[in-house]
């Protein structure tokens, strides 16, 4: 399983980034993706989940980047995709994407929004 | 949003010795508690989910437990590769939150 980050980079404030996370190694369809981030030195942030299309890919956002970021996919290709707009100096970062556990048995499929494969991120940099 | 409270931010222990980090959440969460291991320059490694199940791979003297509001990871006989920050997550709702970290250090 792997995931690997890209498009990066340094942006002035308000200008816009896309940020790709190609996937190999399992059956992305079924992935629920996230991506969390981490400003240089301090803690997480979780800062959305995309479900899969079987689950109408339903999105969720954290508040500070609801309504500036999107997330979404693109099964054919693997990939994972964050839109950011409108950036701001506060979103500068490490960006990770990461898959929300998955179980399958008897019962059916079920996941768990704790995120047991990550990538190795990608650099924002938001800075006039 | 449920806040997430680590303790101590900075934990000296040397190595054979028992570590106990402590996380609490500001309402209950049962049992959507995770815990995480990331190293500088790494991403984070998912160590315990649902309180206290064992994520893949990960050695038996990594021990996750509490309920409700209050959770506790247990790393028992610290190792040097067992040497990093330590996050908690809640998983109950939205949005999902971490806490601030523990580090863990050599003494």
């Known amino acids: 399983v792997q995931l690997v980050e890209s498009g990066g980079g340094l942006v002035k404030p308000g200008e816009s980034l896309r940020l790709s996370c190609v996937t190999s190694?399992?059956?992305?369809?079924?992935?629920?993706m996230n991506w969390v981030r981490q400003v240089p030195g301090k803690g997480l942030e979780w800062i959305g989940r995309?479900?899969?299309?079987?689950?109408?890919?339903?999105?969720e956002y954290a508040a500070p980047v609801r309504g500036r970021f999107t997330i979404s996919r693109d099964d054919s290709k693997n990939t994972l995709y964050l839109q950011m707009n409108s950036l701001k100096s506060d979103d500068t970062g490490v960006y990770f994407c990461?898959?929300?556990?998955?179980?399958?048995?008897?019962?059916?499929?079920?996941?768990?929004?704790?995120?047991?494969?990550w990538g190795q991120g990608t650099v924002v940099t938001v800075s006039s | 949003e449920i806040l997430m409270t680590q303790s101590p931010a900075i934990l000296s222990v040397s190595p054979g010795e028992t570590a106990t980090l402590s996380c609490r959440a500001s309402?209950?969460?049962?049992?959507?508690l995770a815990w995480y291991q990331q190293k500088p320059g790494r991403a984070p490694r998912l160590l315990i989910y649902?309180?206290?199940s064992r994520a893949t791979g990960v050695p038996a003297r990594f021990t996750g437990s509490g309920s409700g509001t209050t959770f506790s990871l247990t790393i028992s006989s610290l190792q040097s590769e067992d040497f990093g920050v330590y996050y908690c997550?809640?998983?109950?709702?939205?949005?999902?939150?971490f806490g601030g970290g523990t580090k863990v250090e050599i003494k």
């Open positions: 990461a898959i929300s556990m998955f179980f399958s048995n008897s019962g059916g499929n079920f996941y768990r929004n704790a995120f047991d494969v």
């Open positions: 190694g399992f059956t992305f369809g079924y992935a629920w």
């Open positions: 649902d309180v206290s």
């Open positions: 997550q809640q998983y109950d709702s939205w949005p999902l939150t």
């Open positions: 309402q209950g969460i049962s049992p959507y």
């Open positions: 995309i479900k899969s299309k079987v689950d109408d890919e339903t999105t």
